[in-house]
Each structure stands twice: as C-alpha cells, then as structure tokens.
C-alpha cells in the first residue's frame, strides 16, 4: 500500500492534546477526526453545528483529504456532516472543522476527543476541458436518474 508524509500541526496549545487522527485497524481507509471542544456541544434535531478538530495539514501537490461522517454515529444518533464528503484541498492549511448536523429525533451531545467524523487522503487529477460540439455515444446516453430499474 502506497504511504506519503503528510505535515501535522495542533493549532492550540492544551494541557491534555487529543490524540493526532490515526487508522484503528489495520485495513482502514479513514483516520478518525476527534473533537477539540473547550466544552460539550449540545445538538437539537436538525441543528448544525461547527466542530473544530484542533489540527491543520498540509497535504502535497495532487492529494486531497476527504472528510466523512462515522457511520455507527450516524446509525445511532442520526449525526452526520452536511457537506458529506468534505474536500480538504492541498493548498488549505486552516484547522480542519466539520459541519456537523443532527438528523435523530433527540438531542445528541458531542464531547471533548470524542471521534466525530473520519478523513481519507485521495490521489486527484485536473482535468482538462476539451469542448465538442457532440459526446461519443455510450450505452446509457441520456438514461438518469432510476433509469436502469427500468424493465
């Protein structure tokens, strides 16, 4: 499997530092994102918030860090993120926060280093437009959205 160095960097001081984002088995594709709260973070149904991760990054030229809810607290509470997944670009080096939203029924509380959402770093591509004045066919054409339940 490939590896790349990626720089880390805590963007507060604290007595007590949460752990850095790290993969909890060894066929994980996510590092888990804690939550670098000074105090708890209550959230209604429906209510959104912004969840710092007390970390920044500085991914190399051609990676992006995608940004994904964890899916047993999605199954059990209903949190989500709400720009699912979240982009980190390789030129940001701002802390890492999520938009965190509460889809259950009851209110759900987020606690200091409590994991919250996890983060894939991807190999990307540019892509160059090439304006045509019409696309090669394909076998689908024009087919959207539930077009293949079709019988």
């Not at 918030?49 to 190399?60: D, E, F, M, S």
């Not at 894939?120 to 077009?147: D, M, N, T, Y």
């Amino acid at each position: 499997m490939e590896e790349v160095r990626i720089q880390i960097m805590r963007v507060r001081e604290s007595r007590d530092p949460l752990p850095l984002p790290a993969y909890r088995t060894e066929g994980a594709a996510g590092m888990d994102l804690a939550a670098d709260l000074e105090g708890d973070v209550v959230l209604a149904p429906l209510e959104r918030a912004l969840i710092p991760t007390g970390i920044a990054v500085a991914l190399p030229a051609g990676f992006e860090a995608q940004i994904r809810p964890r899916s047993g607290r999605a199954l059990r509470e209903g949190v989500t993120l709400v720009n699912s997944p979240g982009t980190i670009d390789s030129d940001y080096r701002g802390e890492i926060q999520l938009i965190a939203v509460n889809l259950g029924k009851e209110p759900v509380v987020v606690r200091r280093g409590e994991r919250v959402a996890q983060m894939i770093v991807q190999r990307v591509c540019k892509a160059r437009w090439q304006e045509v004045s019409e696309l090669l066919p394909s076998r689908r054409q024009e087919g959207g959205f539930g077009h293949t339940d079709k019988a």
